[in-house]
């Protein structure tokens, strides 16, 4: 029961989604597993991959040491503040530079490692507008932790169909409720952006 996070896996949702319909993908956000990455690159080959940010971050500050956090913390917000792909990619190098200097080889490497993909939401392919919401997978980790909490009160499940039908229940409760009255990117602005590139 359940899904796997592989390459097979991901391949197997993403052909589902594509035989359903699925067409016009720009920008894929995930938490660089490595099964989403190269189904992307197969199957989504117009698509863009976007690191989330905020998984990013926290991998950065895993290999920092405790005296060094909240500098280390202060710093990479300083990355992810800039306006344009080539100041944060110079502010990471500045940023990775001076890790080395106080000792955090580790961390200054897992940043250059992963800066690339954890910009692409500043490209010019994307609107300003939609920066602060496709730079990570907030939202996506934010019903997988409603469906923690919800779980977690019913305790052990006789069987994996309850749980399915609790988890779906719920999944459509918050579409159907809060993400059917809001809308969370303004696709007029995408589609200006494309207009102004061509």
């Not at 932790?145 to 719920?170: C, H, N, W």
């Amino acid at each position: 029961e359940g899904m796997k996070e592989d390459s097979a896996s991901w391949n197997s949702f993403v052909s589902s989604l594509i035989s359903r319909g699925l067409t016009g993908v720009r920008l894929v956000t995930g938490d660089r597993c490595a099964g989403l990455v190269n189904t992307v690159s197969e199957l989504l080959p117009q698509a863009r991959y976007q690191r989330c940010m905020v998984h990013f971050m926290r991998n950065v500050l895993s290999k920092v040491s405790p005296r060094h956090t909240r500098w280390a913390g202060d710093a990479l917000k300083a990355v992810f503040a800039m306006e344009s792909r080539e100041s944060a990619l110079a502010k990471a190098e500045q940023v990775a530079t001076e890790m080395e200097e106080r000792k955090l080889r580790e961390a200054a490497k897992c940043l250059r490692e992963g800066i690339d993909e954890t910009t692409t939401y500043l490209l010019k392919d994307y609107p300003v507008e939609h920066r602060r919401r496709i730079r990570t997978n907030n939202m996506i980790e934010r019903l997988n932790r409603e469906i923690r909490r919800r779980t977690r009160v019913v305790g052990a499940f006789p069987d994996g169909r309850s749980a399915l039908m609790l988890i779906t229940a719920r999944i459509r409760y918050v579409t159907g409720n809060q993400w059917s009255t809001r809308r969370y990117l303004d696709m007029s602005r995408l589609h200006d952006t494309i207009q102004e590139a061509n």
